[in-house]
């Protein structure tokens, strides 16, 4: 095994492929990707990989080549959280990592993670750490192609660092609309989070939660390999 290196964490997303570099006790580097062939030239051989993946099949496959002992993610592994979803072999792996990142913090109060990329998830972990779900809403990127999808004249739109409240154009009123519609959308569930729970602790995640400012709120926190964390924590109870 390489001396260095104790573990490969990969966190395959609809986006991007992040690798996380463990040894010595903690996560000390990520790399992102956008493909596999990128991803695997990083790779020392003999190492342990540890895999979350919300990809097709063929991302699975390409990986059966390796000669390094691969733990895969899926539902049939061993969790520290006891799952009450009503459908647990359809809830997303990267989920599943998530609530497992934040299962050893505020222990035995009510916590909610909202990862912010290709989709918008909240996720919510009760104060008896009983998994119950949440919700899944469109991302950025997704709506900005839905409106040039869906109708016959609206321009497809990048994201934007700066939004202005009031769009002086149709760029700017599609990127008002879609950016402060989700930063409104987000803070409004969160609202209602903390109305029910008053012991509640937030933890944002995702490659697009920087477009958003939310973690200057109280009882939020950021961190951006909270998936990595988790993979690392379900591939520690199980290996």
């Known amino acids: 095994m390489n001396a260095q290196i104790d573990l490969y964490l990969i966190d395959a997303g609809n986006s991007l492929i992040k690798l996380g570099v463990y040894k010595k006790g903690e996560v000390i580097l990520v790399h992102y990707f956008i493909d596999l062939s990128s991803l695997k030239q990083q790779l020392e051989p003999n190492v342990p990989i540890a895999i979350s993946s919300v990809l097709n099949s063929d991302f699975e496959q390409d990986f059966k080549k390796y000669e390094n002992p691969i733990f895969w993610i899926n539902h049939e592994v061993k969790l520290p959280f006891k799952i009450k979803y009503l459908s647990p072999t359809t809830l997303g792996i990267d989920r599943i990592c998530n609530v497992a990142a ?34 899944i809403s469109p991302g950025l990127k997704l709506r900005y192609k839905a409106l040039n999808l869906f109708t016959d004249k609206l321009p497809l739109i990048e994201t934007s660092d700066k939004v202005n409240l009031i769009g002086n154009s149709t760029e700017s009123s599609i990127q008002s609309g879609v950016q402060n519609g989700i930063e409104s959308e987000i803070n409004g569930l969160i609202s209602k989070y903390r109305e029910k729970y008053n012991d509640l602790s937030i933890y944002i995640t995702g490659g697009d939660a920087h477009y958003f400012d939310l973690v200057q709120k109280n009882g939020i926190f950021a961190d951006e390999i909270l998936t990595l964390k988790g993979i690392l924590e379900i591939y520690l109870l199980n290996v």
């Open 102 to 135: 934040i299962f050893n913090t505020n222990q035995f109060t009510s916590r909610l993670i909202i990862d912010i990329g290709t989709c918008i998830k909240f996720d919510f972990l009760n104060d008896k750490n009983e998994y119950e779900g949440g919700s």
